[in-house]
RNA sequence: GGAAGCGUGCCGGAGCGGCCGAACGGAACAGUCUUGAAAACUGUCGUAGUUAAUAGCUACCGUGGGUUCAAAUCCCACCGCUUCCUCCA
């Protein structure tokens, strides 16, 4: 949700980002006039009860033959201060309907325009240059035993998937690097519900426009979360947290699941895109002023494990427009797929600043003693997805996939992953 | 799934229609005392809205409804927790 003082005090600011993301500006007008009629609504209310209180107590200690006309005069008041209680709520519910229906505010610096309107920050490592004919990531996994997508088929439908022997160990292999790397830097590792609240999915902002992307479970009226992000931002939701000793920085892995509605026919090779994968995602906790250099180094920490698998990457500046909701900047990192010889997404970090905990009622105590809204982060510390890139990026002549040095302590020093030789 | 009990401030715990935003105790914070600390004593000590205001007013005692002039207190529904039974990885 968007902070109502900037609403008040500076309402073009919230325009200026309408306009850059390519959404509503007059809606903006609409909040701003619902927030007045809110206020008045809400004033006239307690103003009446404050009256209505004051006169139950003359009731209270009233004598006896005087109490039932006081009484009298009071039903009047009580059927005013319903009316005007009942026109508060209705105000407000009015203003949240609009608030919430405005995304983040964009930070400066962030380029206007839409899903290809992105800036290249930088090109980072070198593109193999293979001497022989490549295998797609398919191909491979088929031939190396590590990938079973027929029966993944058959057991769940399409986008569904087996990873087998070297593959299933592959991604824990990475997993574990990922979880340590986190750790060092002073991430608690959290395994996170999958399962959550409406509030919470709400709450995180990803029930406004892609809302079909998600699971959901009627009989129990819970989501299926699509990264655990979601569960990462609710942890702390309703409370005050201390952050006079840093920031509060999670790690949690999660099996992610999504429906891919938008997404019939494309990527439909492979595991680049499924209904389910794991994730160990970042997620940190932090006072306003410090989320932009948070962003800078959770960036950095997902610069550093692309390195450790030697994957050639490009980190590109997303463009308003194709921003979540939630995000006030973010920042994807590809890395390089030979099969189609193009950059795909392998990570993304968004800064929320203080969307999410806006609407989550997260705070923080500051110095004064006063509260104040916090700011969350967020990114990818490694997928299942990245086994595409780190399978077709170090694949062999001889078609084995050489291993990255830095994975090898979690796979028991293997180098290679090998095609079984057939008898 | 069945039965009973319970959900109050940072924690424990009273209150069970008006005098309750809430006794009391602990923790925490500030001060007095002390060379310093402890102890003792004094004070502060929930969150939010409204407002120029740390004045006043309003809301919040699991959540949502209802009864009443008036609800933490009564009624209903839901959620959660505990114990017992049943079941189960």
């Known amino acids: 949700m968007i902070d109502l003082n900037l609403l008040r005090e500076n309402p073009d600011a919230i325009k200026a980002s309408q306009r850059a993301r390519g959404a509503s500006e007059e809606i903006v007008d609409e909040a701003i006039a619902a927030e007045v009629n809110r206020r008045a609504k809400l004033a006239e209310f307690e103003s009446l009860r404050a009256e209505q209180n004051a006169h139950s107590k003359t009731v209270a200690t009233a004598p006896k033959e005087e109490k039932a006309a006081l009484v009298a005069a009071a039903q009047v ?10 026109a508060a709520t209705d105000a407000s519910e009015a203003l949240d309907k609009i608030l919430w229906q405005i995304e983040n505010v964009v930070c400066e610096g962030v380029p206007a325009g839409g899903e290809d309107d992105f800036d290249v920050l930088r090109e980072v490592g070198t593109k193999p240059n293979f001497g022989f004919t490549l295998k797609d990531h398919t191909e491979l996994g088929l031939d190396l035993d590590i990938l079973d997508l027929e029966r993944g088929v058959k057991v ?10 070297m593959g299933a160990r592959l991604e824990i292999a990475m997993m574990s690097l990922a979880l340590d790397q986190a750790a060092e830097a002073g991430f608690t590792a959290l395994i996170t519900p999958t399962l959550v609240r409406p509030e919470v999915m709400a709450g995180t902002g990803f029930l406004g426009q892609h809302a079909d992307e998600i699971y959901y479970l009627p009989a129990d009226d819970l989501y299926l979360t699509g990264t655990s992000e979601v569960a990462l931002a609710g942890y702390h939701r309703d409370e005050i947290v ?17 429906r891919e509605a938008g997404s019939a026919g494309r990527d439909t090779k492979g595991i680049l895109r499924v209904h389910q994968f794991n994730k160990l995602e970042m997620f940190s906790y932090v006072e306003p ?5 948070e962003h800078e180094k959770l960036l950095a920490w997902q610069e550093l494990m692309l390195q450790k698998c030697e ?13 979540g909701s939630s995000a006030a900047r973010k920042y994807d990192i590809e890395a390089w797929v030979p099969s189609q010889e193009t950059y795909r997404e392998l990570t993304s970090t968004s800064n929320c600043t203080t969307f999410q905990a ?9 110095e004064d003693g006063k509260t104040a809204t916090l700011a969350t982060l967020n990114g990818t510390l490694a997928t299942t997805r990245w086994l595409v890139a780190i399978l077709e990026n170090h694949q062999q002549p001889d078609g084995s996939v050489r291993i990255p040095e830095a994975l090898r302590p979690y796979l028991g020093g293997t180098e290679f992953i090998k095609p079984k030789v057939k008898a």
């Open 358 to 366: 806006r609407r989550l009622n997260m705070r923080y105590r500051k």
């Open 242 to 258: 201390d952050l006079t000793d840093g920031p509060l920085r999670y790690a949690g892995w999660s099996t992610c699941y999504r």
């Open 156 to 165: 769940s439908g399409s986008r569904f998937y087996f990873l087998k022997g």
């Open 311 to 323: 994957l050639p990457y490009r980190v590109i500046h997303t463009a308003a427009g194709d921003l």
């Open 77 to 86: 008041l009580a059927a005013n201060v319903k009316a005007a209680a009942a």
């Open 289 to 293: 002023e410090q989320a932009e250099a």
